[in-house]
């Protein structure tokens, strides 16, 4: 499943093909994806000028000129791929149809935006963009971990009383927007915390060092363009390279590379997730 990186990373992409054109025809070519998609969505898209493109956790949002955003989940394997941009960032001539493209939108600037998902696990709807917060996929968010709203008093205050290890509560939405079981893998070990840990007992200094973390790894993988583990590609169609620096995430097994260390990389299961460790210096 995406996270905030991937998610980032598409929006990025996305950005010079769409914002401040207009989609001249949007196409849907099957009813649902992991749900049913709004009451005549190709019409209601067609003829608008994209405003903005934001992200908002891993939600991409569109916000258009008639009062409407559109809300995209990528869910397991969407993609979001650019053809044919006008500024040369992209492939410049449109790929024969596949499949799995659920729903294309050509713009007038000449690209075609196209939504491929082989599993159909991703999502769209539209809503009213002064009320959108509201919705219930976005108000029950926690802040943006790269945001000034998420600092080291705010999360110190969140884990107080917590039962749950700390990982299950980075990964609380709630929490904090977008995290995903790859990242908090990796913020846990750059800040040698054991994920087995409440988060509730660990100090107060502690967990305000996980700040720092968080932004410094979503920062680094949003720079090598996400993590491409199985289906996700960048808006140009390229693999992210941020897979070839995990330090723990799929290395069950390797030595820690942990300058001084000599554990090995276990892997655990919480919650139902595999959890990447380093036993020794994990405390």
């Not at 769209?124 to 959108?132: K, N, V």
């Not at 219930?136 to 943006?144: A, F, I």
């Amino acid at each position: 499943m995406p996270e905030l990186p991937e998610v980032e990373t598409v929006r990025r992409g996305l950005s010079p093909a769409m914002e401040g054109a207009v989609i001249a025809q949007a196409q849907v070519n099957r009813p649902n994806l992991r749900w049913p998609f709004p009451e005549n969505m190709a019409a209601r898209l067609t003829g608008t000028r994209v405003l903005a493109l934001r992200r908002r956790s891993k939600y991409l949002l569109a916000d258009l000129d008639n009062g409407e955003t559109l809300l995209v989940h990528l869910g397991m394997s969407g993609r979001m791929t650019v053809s044919g941009d006008p500024l040369g960032q992209f492939v410049h001539d449109h790929p024969a149809a596949q499949k799995h493209d659920h729903v294309v939108f050509d713009m007038t600037n000449g690209a075609r935006i196209t939504f491929n998902d082989p599993r159909r696990f991703g999502a769209m709807d539209l809503l009213d963009t002064a009320t959108a917060n509201q919705h219930k996929l976005l108000s029950v968010l926690g802040p943006e971990p790269l945001g000034n709203d998420f600092h080291e008093d705010y999360l110190v205050e969140a884990f107080k009383g917590r039962n749950t290890p700390v990982k299950s509560a980075l990964l609380d939405q709630g929490i904090i927007a977008g995290l995903g079981n790859i990242y908090v893998c990796e913020v846990l070990f750059r800040s040698q915390v054991s994920p087995r840990q409440k988060a509730g007992q660990i100090s107060a200094s502690r967990v305000a060092g996980l700040v720092p973390v968080i932004r410094d790894v979503l920062t680094d993988a949003i720079k090598a363009g996400g993590s491409s583990l199985k289906d996700f590609r960048q808006a140009d169609g390229n693999l992210g390279y941020f897979q070839h620096s995990f330090d723990v995430y799929g290395r069950e097994g390797a030595p820690c590379k942990r300058d001084g260390c000599s554990g090995i990389i276990d892997r655990i299961t919480q919650s139902g997730r595999s959890t990447f460790l380093c036993g020794k210096c994990q405390r």
